[in-house]
């Protein structure tokens, strides 16, 4: 079964915050997070009753129910805060000695981690039209006698 197309966007949402499907029974009006669960995976669809009361409870605007147009968008951005956290954590787990770890992050802040975010979501976008590309391409094979 197919994922729900805002359901991305929601679980990206719902990680930035903490939140877990569990969470949201109330909101769905279910009582297990199974149930909650049918409708990221496209079995239930939301009502609009649902969708209000979901874009109020996680604090974010109903076009994000609208497929395609936040989804994409904020699947794709980088979580700056994450990245660096990432960096520090990989840094003592290997044991990198303060030198090296100086040296990174000096490094590291000249390149800006804006700026390293949107060089990301370039090349984000790239991959995916690359891959877009290859399978159009690869579905007018199928087609070919």
């Known amino acids: 079964m197919k994922q729900a197309p805002w359901a991305k966007a929601v679980q990206a949402i719902m990680k930035k915050k903490g939140i877990k499907q569990r969470d949201l029974m109330e909101v769905f009006d279910v009582r297990s997070q199974g149930a909650v669960s049918h409708y990221f995976s496209g079995?239930?669809?939301l009502s609009n009753e649902q969708i209000i009361k979901l874009?109020?409870?996680l604090g974010v605007d109903e076009?994000?129910?609208h497929e395609g147009e936040v989804e994409d968008d904020f699947a794709a951005k980088l979580d700056i805060a994450a990245l660096t956290e990432?960096?520090?954590t990989i840094?003592?787990?290997d044991n990198l000695s303060d030198t090296e770890i100086i040296?990174?992050?000096d490094v590291y802040e000249k390149m800006n981690p804006e700026r390293v975010a949107e060089v990301y979501e370039v090349l984000?976008?790239?991959n995916k039209a690359k891959k877009d590309e290859l399978s159009s391409t690869l579905l007018a094979l199928?087609?070919?006698p």
């Open 86 to 88: 990432s960096f520090q």
């Open 43 to 45: 079995r239930n669809n």
């Open 124 to 126: 984000q976008k790239i």
């Open 142 to 144: 199928k087609k070919a």
């Open 55 to 57: 874009t109020e409870f």
């Open 63 to 65: 076009s994000i129910f």
């Open 91 to 93: 840094a003592r787990i």
């Open 103 to 105: 040296n990174f992050f």
